[in-house]
């Protein structure tokens, strides 16, 4: 005589698993997916201080006048040791990382000035 659990298919477990934990995620409440603000944290002043000085007109300013420096360097540099070639690589990435941000939004299109001569158009403003 079988008991009742072994004449209970596997398959058949695994699917009412499955149709039990879907239907938790369907009826799952949408505020728990939704997004915080944050803001409580002890350093995210110091850390957005930190985003808006590397963002910043002075640091790309700074990045493109080290990518053409270490760039130079590489390409008219002749012989260096490899301290050095290895220190101009770090500024150069370094560099590179600075100027990504500013770089790609003046690429796509999703800067500020873009947005607000937009609206100003829209407005019939000047820009």
């Known amino acids: 005589m079988k008991t009742g659990l072994s004449q209970f ?6 699917f009412i698993v499955f149709l039990g934990a879907m239907l938790f995620f369907i009826a799952a409440e949408p505020a728990l997916a939704s997004n915080t603000t944050g803001g409580g944290l002890p350093f995210d002043d110091w850390m957005t201080n930190i985003r808006t000085s590397i963002t910043g007109p ?13 760039g130079a360097m590489l390409i008219f540099g002749g012989d260096m040791n490899g301290f050095l070639r ?14 990504a941000q500013n770089t790609l939004s003046a690429i796509t299109g999703q800067g500020a000035e873009l947005t607000a001569m937009l609206t100003s158009a829209k407005t019939g403003g000047v820009a």
């Open 9 to 14: 298919n596997l398959s058949k477990h695994a």
């Open 58 to 70: 002075f640091a790309y300013t700074a990045s493109i006048v080290g990518l053409v420096g270490a």
């Open 86 to 99: 290895t220190l101009i690589f770090i500024v150069l990435v370094l560099s590179f990382l600075v100027a």
